[in-house]
């Protein structure tokens, strides 16, 4: 189970500078793309969640995770591999919304 107490940690940079060859450049533009697709992903997210549909919300939950280990949040990435693998085995649905809602009062800190 994930700790349901926020964890207001920092960014953590470190595999986004790695993987760009420390190119500054390189690595606002893809905070960039990821200011930019995070919200979108999130909310097909949420209307595949308020919908009821588990197949699009695992996968939706499938297709964020991974910009989260990209930034050094692997507790969102922890919630979203949760949702993801709920949805898909159709265990623990009741839970879902809370586990998103979380991922989202979490972004706001940003």
Do not use: C
Not at 77 to 102: C, F, H, T, W
């Amino acid at each position: 189970m994930i700790d349901p107490i926020k964890s207001k940690a920092d960014l953590d940079l470190s595999y986004l500078k790695e993987m760009s060859g420390d190119s500054a450049e390189f690595m606002i533009e893809m905070l960039d793309t990821l200011v930019e697709q995070i919200p979108m992903y999130l909310d097909d997210l949420q209307n595949a969640v308020d919908a009821k549909d588990w197949k699009a919300a695992s996968e939706f939950a499938h297709k964020v995770k991974p910009t989260f280990y990209y930034v050094g949040r692997d507790d969102l990435r922890d919630y979203m591999q949760l949702i993801e693998r709920n949805a898909k085995e159709g265990v623990n649905l009741e839970g879902i919304p809370a586990s998103l809602a979380e991922v989202k009062a979490e972004l706001i800190l940003y």
